[in-house]
């Protein structure tokens, strides 16, 4: 495998002073261990749309189909500056070739899944994503992303750490010429890990593969791209297949004993 792994991550989590309060959030896991094979892109989404450090603390306001990123004390609203941003930082991260994201949880601009909104009757819901961290996933809807605090579970941080694997064997595949032998290739290589994981994509991706003569080679390539990552989204379920076929990132001798938490 060429290169480092590129991961996009927020800022603070690199031990970055960007936090509303002037402070960070440093993870060792990721820095430490898993950023020894990793190339990381630090975003801030609070700093980086134009709010200084320190800064008044934020909060989602509205219900979960329509909210928006408030100041708490001064009501202020900063939901337009952060979307006008996002929009111009997305196309910059669109050029990068990132292989996933680690967003900060619970936070309002960045936090992935389970961010409070706080509703007009005053009950929180846990239902919410951060405005930057929403976009970011329309945007890049099939990208491996996750939260500093769900990577603490080993079976979440096996799993992301496998995805980003396959998706950056799915980048340096798409380097070369595009073919349907190159790409019954690849999948010669990774079907048996794709059945590890979903019986469903595996037989999905060998429909697409048996039929490859029927579509245009474009349309065929986004189908496959599209369904192998769907088909890694879920746990392994066959230990004894993955163990015959393991992740890339053990073919390549990394992430055995510190990344997979092993």
């Not at 910059?92 to 961010?115: A, I, N, T, Y």
């Not at 919410?128 to 945007?139: D, K, L, N």
């Amino acid at each position: 495998m060429e290169g480092r792994i590129k991961l996009g991550i927020s800022s603070c989590l690199l031990g970055e002073k960007v936090r509303y309060d002037g402070g960070h959030k440093l993870n060792h896991f990721l820095t430490d261990t898993l950023g020894r094979y990793i190339e990381w892109v630090p975003v801030c989404p609070e700093v980086e749309c134009g709010l200084p450090i320190p800064r008044e603390a934020m909060r989602l306001a509205g219900t979960p189909e329509s909210h928006r990123l408030v100041t708490i004390k001064t009501g202020i609203d900063h939901t337009e500056r952060m979307l006008k941003w996002a929009g111009k930082k997305l196309i910059e991260l669109e050029k990068e070739d990132l292989c996933g994201f680690v967003f900060k949880s619970r936070s309002p601009s960045s936090g992935m899944r389970g961010v409070k909104i706080h509703t007009a009757s005053g009950m929180p819901s846990r239902t919410g994503s951060g405005i930057f961290a929403e976009a970011f996933m329309e945007q890049f809807p099939l990208m491996p992303v996750e939260d500093e605090g769900r990577l603490n579970d080993p079976q979440l941080r096996e799993n992301f750490v496998e995805r980003i694997f396959v998706m950056k064997r799915w980048q340096e595949f798409k380097k070369g010429r595009r073919s349907i032998g190159n790409l019954v290739s690849f999948h010669t290589r990774i079907k048996r890990l794709v059945l590890s994981h979903s019986p469903k994509h595996y037989a999905q991706l060998g429909r697409l593969v048996a039929n490859a003569q029927d579509a245009p080679i474009q349309e065929l390539y986004n189908g496959y791209f599209r369904s192998l990552m769907e088909g890694f989204s879920g746990p392994v379920r066959n230990r004894h297949s993955q163990k015959e076929h393991q992740c890339p990132a053990a073919h390549d001798g990394l992430f055995q004993e510190t990344a997979l938490g092993r």
